[in-house]
């Protein structure tokens, strides 16, 4: 599912650190995240998404992220690149 700040409460997060900045990246840029159920956004993951979104956004791109291997490797992002 794709993540959106109507949706924040269906994603599982390690704490409220990862949950404010995920919800930073779907409220301030043009970066399009993918969730898939039962996988949690630790801190760690939460704080890349942030760095590449924001980098993104310096770049005036938009970036895809996707957690499709992440519950096969725990703390593996896969990019999914651009999204335009």
Not at 27 to 44: G, P
């Amino acid at each position: 599912m794709m993540i959106t700040r109507n949706n924040l409460n269906e994603i599982l997060f390690e704490n409220q650190d990862a949950r404010l900045l995920i919800e930073r990246v779907v409220s301030h840029t043009q970066a399009t995240l993918y969730y898939y159920h039962d996988n949690e956004i630790t801190v760690e993951k939460a704080l890349e998404i942030y760095n590449r979104a924001m980098r993104a956004e310096e770049d005036d791109a938009s970036s895809g992220v996707s957690f499709l291997d992440f519950s096969r490797e725990k703390n593996k992002l896969v990019y999914t690149g651009s999204t335009c």
